[in-house]
Structure formats: structure tokens, C-alpha cells
């Protein structure tokens, strides 16, 4: 639960609260750098929400562990993305690296409840061509429609489903379907060839329908809304850029935390990074979020 220091009561006004950490694959680092200067200042959230890349930092930050995992988590990720050429492999490592050392604590009584946005397909043709061998190809014809913001396929064949900790029926989450939820929710077409099911259901990236689960948190029940986003200027709610993240929904104000500098421009992009890209982006993240927690000082 959430601490009732003086920074938490400026920040929430005394609601319970939510972070909400948005997708990008290797540039996540930042978001992981934000969450361990939260942790830092000994600030938990009520709850944590996750999309893609965010989806581990984001747990280690709910047991605890943001800084303690901090850069060498993602150094090993390098090593692996090195080793393989796989993003596959990458997520898939990460998330049986985070399950070995602490995937029991996060689903342990008095923690803060923890959420999975994922992309569900909707029908049998899609199914086909997200699951099957035509996926590479529809992927990289997904990524021309974003450039065009063109949100009509997903719009057709696509819905956002949150599972989440504190929810019921399908979508609670728990540890027996954190592996496939987790990788579910990374798997970008276009460069992920192993399908992704969850209770043999087909699912593909968070991204596709929701960049960062925000306003999802705000119909969870949250009273103020931490949204970290992993680039500078617009925050867009999905891949297509159909919406800007707004700073308040259904009354309930949405903070942003963003980087100044994308992380491209410092050695971190979604599917590479360099071992002086993941510090400094980290390095960022901390940066930014103590900037954030000095408003409230």
C-alpha cells in the first residue's frame, strides 16, 4: 500500500494511486530509472500497470526492486539480444529471470496490485494471420499503417484486455499465467516469431491498442494517475497515435513523467541498445523522477 509520507499526500491528496508505465522495448530503461528514484524516496503506488517493456521494471518496482535490479537487469537483456539476435528470446529471458528470483513475491498478500495491458485478437482471421506464418508480414504492414495512422485493422480485429492481480474470471492475474500474459503483451509482430496465447487464446502487443494502461488505471478505481512515458513530445495512448495521453480523465489527473532527450539519441532504441546507453538512459529516468518527487518537496 501506498506510504503516508508527506511526498505521497502532496502527490495523490490522499487517493489511492497507480503508475502506469508505457511500452518500448529496450528504451523501458528509462521508465525503470523513474520507478527506482519512487523508490528511493520510499514511495510505493497502490498499484502498478504495465505494457510490453515496462511490464518487468514495473514489477520489480512493485516488490521493491527497481534499484536493486536496476541497470544489471538490462545488461543481462543486452547479452542475451547480443547472443540470440532474438527480441523473443530477450523477453522471454527476462520475464523466467524475474519469475526465478521473485516472481512469488509480487502476487503475495499486502502487495500493490499489479496489471497487464495486452492486445486480444477478436476473431478466427486474425487469429490466423497474428498466430501463423503471415504474422512477420502483417506486422510490418501494421507498422506502415501507424506511420499513416491508420487504426483500421486493429480497430476490426483488436481489444485492449488488462489483466490484473485484483481482477477476476479470465483476466486475473496470478502466477500461474504470468509467463504468458508477460510475453503476450511484448510480442510485436513484425520481429516476434514465437505466437503468444494466453488460456489458448491469441494475443499480441499492448502497443497495438494501448501504449500505457493510464485511463485503464482511472476505471480500476485510482484517484490520481502516474503515467511514464518513454519519449520526449507527444504521448500518444497507441501505436497509431490516434490519441494524446490526456493530464486528466473522468476527473481524475493524469501526471506525466517524460524523458528530455529520447533515448535514441543517447544509444536506446525498442530492439538495441549499448552498454553507455542503458546507464545513461537509466541514469535519465533517475534524473526525471527525482525532478518529478522535488515539486512536491
Known amino acids: 500500500m501506498l506510504n503516508n509520507n508527506h511526498q505521497s499526500i502532496a502527490i495523490t491528496q490522499g487517493g489511492r494511486f497507480a503508475i502506469a508505465c508505457a511500452s518500448g522495448g529496450f528504451k523501458t530503461i528509462f521508465i525503470h530509472g523513474v ?3 519512487f523508490e528511493e524516496a520510499n514511495i510505493k503506488a497502490d498499484a502498478y500497470a504495465s505494457a510490453s517493456g515496462s511490464v518487468i521494471p514495473s514489477a520489480w518496482a512493485a516488490i521493491g526492486k527497481a534499484r536493486e535490479s536496476g ?8 547479452k542475451v539480444h547480443h547472443r540470440t539476435k532474438s527480441m523473443t528470446q530477450v523477453s522471454l529471458g527476462g520475464i523466467s529471470y524475474f519469475n526465478a528470483q521473485s516472481g512469488q513475491q509480487l502476487f503475495e498478500l499486502n502487495q500493490p496490485d499489479f496489471y497487464i495491458a495486452t492486445s486480444a ?13 503471415q504474422a512477420r ?5 501494421l507498422l506502415i499503417s501507424a506511420a499513416k495512422k491508420d487504426r483500421s485493422w486493429v480497430n476490426k480485429h483488436l481489444k485492449i484486455e488488462l489483466f490484473g492481480s485484483a481482477r477476476k474470471g479470465n483476466l486475473a492475474l496470478n502466477q500461474n499465467n504470468f509467463r504468458e500474459v508477460s510475453y503476450a503483451s511484448s510480442r510485436m509482430l513484425h520481429i516476434y516469431d514465437t505466437p503468444a496465447w494466453i488460456n489458448n487464446q491469441p494475443y499480441i502487443d499492448a502497443c497495438y491498442t494501448c501504449v ?14 502516474i503515467a511514464i512515458a518513454t519519449e520526449a513530445g507527444n504521448f500518444y495512448r497507441d501505436l497509431f497515435q490516434s490519441q ?9 489527473p493524469i501526471r506525466i513523467i517524460q524523458p528530455d532527450i529520447n533515448p535514441k539519441d543517447m544509444g536506446v532504441d525498442v530492439f538495441q541498445a549499448t552498454p553507455e546507453g542503458i ?3 537509466y541514469q535519465h529516468g533517475l534524473d526525471k523522477g527525482r525532478e518529478f518527487l522535488a515539486q512536491f518537496n
Do not use: D, F, I
Open 71 to 78: 541497470v544489471k537487469y538490462w545488461l543481462e537483456g543486452l
Open 35 to 37: 520507478l527506482s528514484a
Open 244 to 252: 494524446v495521453m490526456p493530464t486528466h480523465y473522468q476527473q481524475v
Open 212 to 225: 500505457c494502461p493510464a485511463l485503464e488505471m482511472v476505471e480500476q478505481g485510482y484517484q490520481t494517475v
Open 137 to 141: 508480414r502483417l506486422g510490418k504492414k
Open 279 to 281: 546507464a545513461a538512459v
Open 121 to 133: 485478437v477478436t476473431n478466427e482471421e486474425a487469429a490466423e494471420q497474428t498466430q501463423g506464418k
